[in-house]
């Protein structure tokens, strides 16, 4: 009598894609610290993002970036994933925290300040070389859209994406003022010093402006918000996703624009 012997299939299991070791410390210190960390799926395409950033050559140049739409918790979207340890956000009077969304003030006194100013804490982003930047979501037609900057009466840092007209308002450690010709719309929002005389400004579709303002030298040390410049803050109902300081990033435009609109389309 012949035996009969049934065979079963054992593929080989699917390879799972590779942690980078700067998103695995961002993974780790919100362990540290208790956060609840994003879905696996969304920690996939998370990697993905760190990794993009890297492959434009923007992550070298960052001093500071926050992934605020994520659909870990609140205080996992604190995090500074450049360095995870420094200059975590402080979430000052409670701006709305919405999943994979992001962070909203109330238009009057929620923002977030990122406990990093450019004399001091500046390490990639310096005086004449850096670039703030920002990804908004919901357009609102109140003045200032969303703001992210420093003031000390002179040498201000500051990207707004709406002001009065409705034109983007922009300064770069000076005490002059851009306001490029712009239509106002949800997504990223770039502003660089190249030099000591010139001023990027890119709109959401990549569109490039430029003004030649002299830099007023070293920087002022007052820390960065978003949501908030001074006495003047975000509209209520714009959300902020995405927010980073570093140096130039005039010559990674193509690449930081693709990596991050990959992610916020992958939500």
Known sequence: KTDVRFLVDNPEPVPVPAIDADYQAVLDRSTALGYTAPSASQQTIQNTLVTDLKAAGVWDKLDVFYCFATDGDSDFATLNWKAPSSFQTTKVNSPTFT???GYNGDGSTSYLTTNYDLATNGVNASANDFAVGFYEQSITFGAWGCIIGCDDG???????SRFSSGDPYIRMNDGGFFRPTSTYQTGLNLSARSSSSNVNYYD?????????YTSGGTPNSVDIEILKFAGASSSADVKVSIAFVAADLSSEVSGLYSAI???????
């Open 204 to 212: 959401t579709q990549q569109n490039q402006s430029s003004t030649t």
């Open 261 to 267: 609109n990959t992610y916020m389309t992958a939500l």
């Open 99 to 101: 999943s994979n969304e």
């Open 154 to 160: 002179n040498k201000d840092i500051l990207l707004a």
